[in-house]
């Protein structure tokens, strides 16, 4: 089981009790230390840049830090303050972010962190009892907010028509940079598709190139077998088309996939969660609301400030 960052904070005072040490050797001497199988030591947050253990780790060197129980001599590293060093030998004594707060220097932290930024607080330490650093907060908050977000855009395109259907799938292409920029580099077909082909999009901006679209508005649970891509396959084949998107707001069966995978014609399926995620990635049917700037210090900044 991963540790949590409160786990982690007397590990890495201890860690440098010899002398100052470069984080990352101490992230891997945790991951040691706390037995961590090696799907645990790669396990990433959600936003897949960095492993949760390294993450905790840093974490727990920051409250730390902010406690005055170690400071940073040079960038990527940290060593004790002689107030570290007496906690980290005190092996009875418990370090967590309750322990923290007897430390002035910890307090006044909390205190500036708690300055208002318009109408929000700005939240400093978690509880004691948190399991989870800061950025893990923000990365699982970021994605409730968009699967959320996925699952009313699909349920808006399942009550849409058709045909704006057909037409939210072009206008998904275009935004993702098919046709260049000729505004006629994509059309629904509508009615006068036939075939089996709902729309077809240039690949490139003199339409040399040219993309078949089959798109399928199903209900969740509803989902689209082989049969169907055998459809578009002979749709595609009387076109002489070599490429074609299979689009559905529901899912593929599996032997869909298989069907799709054996066909000769490259067929590119997109089920309603990839959609969705597309959707919200080219801002087709939503737009920003709030834009966040999480920033982090510029170490190689301050290389020459000593």
């Given at each position: ?12 005072l201890?860690?440098?009790l ?5 984080i990352?050797?101490v992230?891997?001497?945790?991951a040691?230390?706390?037995q961590l199988?090696e799907?645990?030591r790669?396990q990433?947050?959600?936003s ?9 780790v840093?974490w727990?060197?920051?409250y730390l830090?902010?406690a ?10 940290y060593?004790l303050?002689?107030?570290?060093r007496q906690?980290?030998?005190d092996?009875?004594q418990?370090v ?10 910890f ?9 208002d930024v318009?109408?929000d ?8 009892q948190?399991?989870t ?5 923000i990365?699982q908050?970021?994605k409730l ?9 699909l ?5 849409a028509?058709?045909a ?8 998904l292409l275009?935004?993702m940079?098919y ?32 993309i078949?679209?089959?798109a ?6 509803n ?8 459809d ?5 084949n ?7 998107i ?6 593929f ?13 490259r ?6 969660t990839?959609l ?8 087709v049917?939503?737009?920003?609301r709030?834009v ?6 510029d170490?190689s900044?301050?290389?020459d400030?000593?």
């Amino acid at each position: 089981m991963i540790p949590t960052y409160q786990d982690c904070m007397r590990p890495t005072l201890e860690a440098a009790l010899n002398g100052k040490r470069h984080i990352s050797a101490v992230v891997e001497e945790l991951a040691d230390h706390f037995q961590l199988t090696e799907d645990e030591r790669a396990q990433v947050l959600p936003s897949g840049k960095q492993t949760i253990i390294r993450n905790r780790v840093h974490w727990a060197r920051s409250y730390l830090k902010q406690a005055g129980l170690v400071r940073n001599p040079q960038r990527g590293w940290y060593e004790l303050t002689e107030t570290g060093r007496q906690v980290a030998l005190d092996r009875d004594q418990q370090v967590n972010s309750d322990f923290l707060r007897n430390f002035d220097q910890f307090n006044d932290f909390l205190q500036r962190s708690k300055g208002d930024v318009g109408d929000d607080p700005v939240p400093a330490a978690p509880a004691p009892q948190s399991q989870t650093t800061p950025d893990e907060d923000i990365l699982q908050a970021y994605k409730l907010l968009n699967d959320t977000l996925a699952a009313n855009l699909l349920e808006q395109v399942r009550d849409a028509s058709p045909a704006f259907f057909e037409d939210l799938l072009v206008d998904l292409l275009l935004q993702m940079g098919y046709g260049g920029s000729s505004e006629e580099a994509g059309r629904a077909l509508g009615r006068s598709g036939d075939n089996g082909i709902d729309g077809v999009i240039d690949q490139d901006p003199l339409g040399v190139d040219q993309i078949y679209i089959q798109a399928k508005r199903y209900a969740d649970g509803n989902t689209v077998g082989s049969g169907d891509i055998r459809d578009f396959f002979g749709a595609l084949n009387i076109r002489r088309a070599t490429k074609g998107i299979f689009f559905t707001t529901s899912a593929f069966t599996a032997s869909a996939r298989e069907t799709a995978d054996a066909l000769g014609t490259r067929i590119i399926l997109i089920d309603g969660t990839q959609l969705a995620r597309l959707m919200i990635r080219y801002n087709v049917g939503c737009r920003d609301r709030t834009v966040l700037h999480v920033k982090q210090i510029d170490e190689s900044y301050f290389d020459d400030a000593g």
